[in-house]
């Protein structure tokens, strides 16, 4: 399996931008799918999850109500749709899939790693 992320850039506060992980593989539908970040000097923390349907999501604070993670299984393809950027979400943003079908919220619970797309936030 690999993730193949994309859509990272450099923009500015209360700018959107659009990330993508398109997945290579038969299963995609098997499993749920997540984004996590990791600034720099700082670990990799849980932004959103996704479970293998797409019926489900769950955010972590920091991104309710400003980001939307979103599947198409067609294309083996997860998005997360990130609106009114502030500085603190510049980091390194990495897609996962997860090892089942329901929502994870831990790095333990996601068995393969995209290599990450740098989003930076200017203020």
């Known amino acids: 399996v690999q993730l193949q992320a994309s859509g990272g850039g450099l923009v500015q506060t209360g700018d959107s931008l659009r990330l993508s992980c398109a997945a290579s593989g038969r299963s995609f539908t098997t499993y749920a799918m997540g984004w996590f970040r990791q600034a720099s000097g700082k670990e990799r923390e849980f932004v959103a999850s996704?479970?293998?349907?797409?019926?489900?999501?769950y955010y972590a604070d920091s991104g309710k109500g400003r980001f939307t993670i979103s599947r198409d299984n067609a294309k083996n393809t997860v998005y997360l749709q990130m609106n009114s950027l502030k500085p603190e979400d510049t980091a390194v943003y990495y897609c996962a899939r997860a090892k089942v079908g329901l929502l994870v919220t831990t790095p333990q619970g996601y068995e393969f790693w995209g290599q990450g797309t740098q989003v930076t936030v200017s203020s």
């Open positions: 996704i479970n293998r349907s797409g019926t489900s999501t």
